[in-house]
């Protein structure tokens, strides 16, 4: 996120809490959906809503620790860089996001 | 008092509280006679310790035991103390302070000790007789008045504040409930996992926490009378207790004119933005951060004296702090970066017998942050190294045992014990008749000694007790069996994580990973699931599914494609439809534009394209023609194929479609370690393909044949027989005790067929033909189980209850 942050426009898509801990919902765009997931420390993460592997929805896995696994064929995707760990490769793209007072900021694009 | 020395300079302090007279003594150890000093304090009250208020409270302490500065303190010191004057003015330009009774007196330095306020919610019924705060002497009058056996409190905030008071009241006979608005208790010092063993321990003790539950109004006439959520829970309550937070006192810094944020702006001297007027304590933020724990307050208060009685420019620099609960019978600790970030790992020590957990944050192989919960006692060893933060080295290996390492291992210490200490709790076995045993019937295994002598058989957490034991008595001789874990967050195999579930009444998922050591803060996608489903078959009735345990299909009721859209298949009792159920299909194909339709292998219809978003309203239309979820995404109970039967078909001997029927609505909704498919065919020559099934039923002339443990799939396997029988009761006895036997011996992902391979035919058909008590309780554990689940998810989902978050985004941005 830090490295990130600069020139980076930020938009408030939700509170916290409308995720449930250790979910994810998407964010729809023009550039398709992005996937906002939060894990059981309320850490919060964003990621290109497509498993690198088959295009898997990763909203839909299952988040745990500061990973998720897609539901397709179960890779196990970093939700800090967007890498897929263990034996598999690939990578997903990732994006700015941070939490203020309970909202929740993604950044997207550069400032207008 | 000595008022008449001239040549010394003013220093008059506003604030008679901790982080003022702290001050006030440390410029008195570096320049005794430097400042006349006058004291004014609104709290009629000489100085007390207000960290003791929550032994006040309960009783551990009484007021003059937590007085700080007696009013001879003053005296001696020659300070003229001001209490129970509040100070509203001062006139910056005159150097002058005026309180509230017109006292006034020049200054020639001021420090300003305002401290903080509690905040009080901004809530309808804030003002009724017995809501009150938790910050002064006064408060804990208040609550001291209403505090009795049989009365009852309520307390909003479950941080520090709020529990110590909550634990106060519990100890005055009080039935005391916590509303906390945060996911979890204390998130500002613990992680979720400590949060939780803090949590079951305060409930433990009586009490009633609420966790993410938002105050909406507080209910009564004069005299509050009960605490209303805005989920509209109504609790009944003589007390109210607000210990939501505390803001910095700025206000009269504010109204002089000085610069103000959150607090009163300091430099790293401690001045404000007039040179002659410093601040210190809650009322002040430095760098953009308040504070309102003592630690930093103490080096404040060091860091303001060297530079006011100008011993040295000494900068305030916010060192790391520890919290304690002052919670008797409760231990815990934390400090510094405890919840930790994207760049420190961490190491976890969980103990769930002990009620043990340990979490260490690092980074860079230094200590950042600390959580002990359950054991405080190594939390000074552990918050030196953080201070120090030096590396940690070869420490690494062993840092999180404390500082006195464990060195011996549990084969040499379990052998040091006497004969007669107990190794088994459960049931109640002694180390001797282990060893007896053992040495007796040449016992070699971990399942020898359970079977022979019970010992680890229930709960099992003395397993490792037991093999140090067989290690001991056997020396190399002994080889334990190889046991594949359930996955990498565990060492434990399916098998051993269910019996400790049952044994040890585990009955949540965090309270499994926290007694069984999972290595893992939550878990993983592998053993999620698994550990949500052995909670349903251990616990029907009470364990609460936990839907982000579930995988996607099971979780959204639907089977995700690979387009990511999703497919529904309706039941279909025993494959058989109706001319009402088809049109309802077909007039919701075309109202939700679904792509195809398809005939599945089960006898269903498939309805395969459908978005995510029009799910709800899919189900609610097939649900208003009398149509329920077919489960055919589930590790559930899927179909029951049938043939025609005796009705029609001229060879049927027996109504296997009846039957049929009668097997689904009996068996439908269950969970199973893997998915489950029936089938009843009408005659020998099967055309229902019961011998591919997990349960087959074969109709014959004289009855009915049983088969159990078929499936298709990559590998076919054809069933094995398990028994004839003559009754369709007894058909539906049998199913229901062989899939309650598989649903409590199968281990998750594990399909009946190598379930039945890895027990054996003779094992289940000892289990549930020969002993007919058994298939008898086998059979009322299901049924017993099937009254939770025989309720139709897409009902509930589609109804007004249904937590509806996932099936839309959250926003759109285009």
Redesign the interface.
Known sequence: ?DGMARDVFF?D??ALN??????A??????EG?IA?FR?????IFALRDRCPH????LS???????S??C??H?W?ISL?TGQAMGADSGCTHRFSVKLEDGRIL?G?GAKP | MDMNIVDKQRLVVIGNGMAGMRTVEEILARSPGKFQITVFGAEPQPNYDRIMLSPLLAGDKTFDQIVLNSRQWYQDQNIELIAGEHVDWIDRERKLVRGAAGTERPYDLLLLATGSNPFVLPLPGKDLEGVITFRSVADVDDMLKVAGPGKRAVVIGGGLLGLEAAHGLNLRGMEVSVIHLM?TLM?RQL??SAAHLLERKLTARGMNIYTGANTEAFLGDERVRAVKLKDGTEIPTDLVVMAVGIRPNSGLGRAVGLACERGIVVDDAMRTSDPAIFAVGECVEHRGQTYGLVAPIWDMARALADNITATAETAFVPAATGTRLKVSGIEMFSAGEF????TTEDVVLRDGARGIYKRLVLREDRLVGVVCFGDASDAPWYFDLLRQGEALGELRETVIFGPVAASADTADSVMSLPDSSEICGCNGIKKGTILAAIAQHGLATIDDVRTRTKASASCGSCTGLVEGLLKGALGSAYAPAAVKPMCKCTSLGHDEVRRRIVGGKLKTIEDAMQILEWT???????C??ALNYYMICAWPGEYVDD???R???E??HAN?Q?D?TYSVVPRMWGGVTSSTELRAIADVVDKYKIPTVKITGGQRVDMLGVKKEDLRDVWRDLNAAGMVSGHAYGKALRTVKTCVGSEWCRFGVQDSTALGITLERMTWGSWHPHKVKLAVSGCPRNCAEATIKDFGVVATEAGWDLHIGGNGGIKVRATDFLCKVTTEQEVLEYCGAFLQLYREEGRYLERTAPYVERVGVPYIQQKMVEDAANRSALYQRFMYAQRFAQSDPWAEQSGPAA?V??YS??????
């Open positions: 996120m938009t898509v939700g409308d995720i449930p801990r250790l979910g919902r998407t964010v729809t765009t023009a959906d906002i894990n059981n420390q309320d850490e088959k295009a898997g929805p839909q896995g299952i988040v745990h620790g500061r998720v696994t539901p397709l179960g196990v800090e993604l997207i | 996911p998130e992680d979720a919840m930790g970030d994207k893992t803060p939550d878990g993983c996608g592998s999620r699931p839907a982000q345990s995988f996607v299909n979780r959204m995700i690979k990511g937590d978050r996932q985004p959250m926003a759109e941005m285009v």
